[in-house]
């Protein structure tokens, strides 16, 4: 089955940890996002990658960073410097030509204590 | 810059009754639209999309939407719901060369027996 995982559901880490969410897809999609969502505002774009090896920050890439090694792979890691970490994040992929039409996977929940 | 108004924060339908969810985009050349679904806890799931020709789509679970240029609108709408339809509900835009999708804040729907 395609499509895309994230790993864990749920994450709980002290605050001042450093954190990093999976995000990988088995669609064969070129661009992959990341989105962090809170209540009644919505997706908020964090990064984006639309190659390997390259990607752009978003609206509210502070506090954030990503790598983007292998086509199928994008984490995006929750630095300590994110001074309200504690979201519903959303990873996203689409392919070359399809006008944005993106595919979700399933979300983490991190609670930052 | 684009932006997509949901102008609708919460919507409640009996069982049965029929839905519309509004959706306004703000860019002027012909975008591209996209209504997803997200239950709680889950990622989003593409309902129906918008490229170009027939203004009426048509998308799973029984929705369709109409684009109408001279009101920059995308509305959703189904004849009859079910309990199972309550959910948020995003409409979102891109356009020609836009590496990004820009989303509305969401429309919550409850559904009463």
């Known amino acids: 089955d395609g499509g895309i995982t994230q790993s864990p559901k749920y994450l709980f880490r002290k605050e001042g940890q450093n954190v990093t969410l999976s995000c990988e897809q088995n669609l064969n999609h070129d661009a992959m996002y990341w989105y962090r969502q809170d209540p009644g505002q919505g997706l908020r774009l964090i990064y984006y990658s639309q190659i390997v090896n390259d990607f752009q920050k978003g609206d509210i890439a502070e506090g954030y960073s990503v790598s983007r090694e292998k086509k199928e792979s994008f984490p995006l890691t929750v630095t300590s410097a994110q001074k309200n970490p504690t979201a519903f994040y959303l990873c996203?992929?689409?392919?070359?030509?399809?006008?944005?039409?993106?595919?979700f996977g399933p979300g983490t929940r991190l609670t930052v204590l | 810059a684009q932006s997509v108004t949901q102008p609708d924060i919460h919507i409640t339908v009996s069982e049965g009754a029929s839905l519309e969810l509004r959706c306004n985009y703000s860019?002027?050349?012909?975008?591209?639209l996209f209504w997803y679904v997200q239950s709680p806890g889950q990622g989003l799931q593409l309902l129906l999309k918008?490229?170009?020709?027939?203004?009426l789509v048509q998308g799973i679970k029984g929705f369709e939407a109409e684009f109408k240029r001279s009101q920059s609108s995308f509305n959703l709408r189904k004849p009859s719901v079910h309990w199972s339809d309550a959910a948020e509900y995003f409409c979102a835009s891109s356009n020609f060369g836009n590496e990004k999708l820009t989303f509305g804040t969401g429309t919550r729907l409850t559904i009463i027996p």
């Open positions: 918008y490229f170009s020709g027939d203004t």
């Open positions: 860019y002027g050349a012909t975008p591209y």
């Open positions: 996203a992929s689409s392919a070359s030509g399809t006008r944005n039409e993106q595919f």
